[in-house]
Nanobody, 115 residues
Framework: QVQLVESGGGLVQPGGSLRLSCAASGTIFRFNPMGWYRQAPGKERELVARITSAGYTNYGDSVKGRFTVSRDNAKNTVYLQMNSLKPEDTAVYYC?????????WGQGTQVTVSS
């Protein structure tokens, strides 16, 4: 059994910042990669950012230069620092972690960017 527990979502004004956290726990101790996806109403789920245990990262084009993904391997926790938020960043953000190719998902946290 694997649990991914997300925190840090909420309402923020355009140009503001938020930090998401996701802690993985359960019977699996190594996840690679870990990251974040998002899904806006009426749209498909898309990659936001992900990071390997060695620290290699990749980002969705729309967030490059504004978002930063990081992780604490010892805590099996992944973070997403989101700066310069835009209304189009509004979505449910899902934590994702893979173990030997098997994907695990968090239940999602809402991020709303609005004035």
């Amino acid at each position: 059994q694997v649990q991914l527990v997300e925190s840090g979502g909420g309402l923020v004004q355009p140009g503001g910042s938020l930090r998401l956290s996701c802690a993985a726990s359960g019977t699996i101790f190594r996840f690679n990669p870990m990251g974040w996806y998002r899904q806006a109403p009426g749209k498909e789920r898309e990659l936001v950012a992900r990071i390997t245990s060695a620290g290699y990262t990749n980002y969705g084009d729309s967030v490059k230069g504004r978002f930063t993904v990081s992780r604490d391997n010892a805590k099996n926790t992944v973070y997403l620092q989101m700066n310069s938020l835009k209304p189009e960043d509004t979505a449910v953000y899902y934590c994702n972690a893979e173990s030997y190719g098997a994907p695990y998902w968090g239940q999602g946290t809402q991020v709303t960017v609005s004035s």
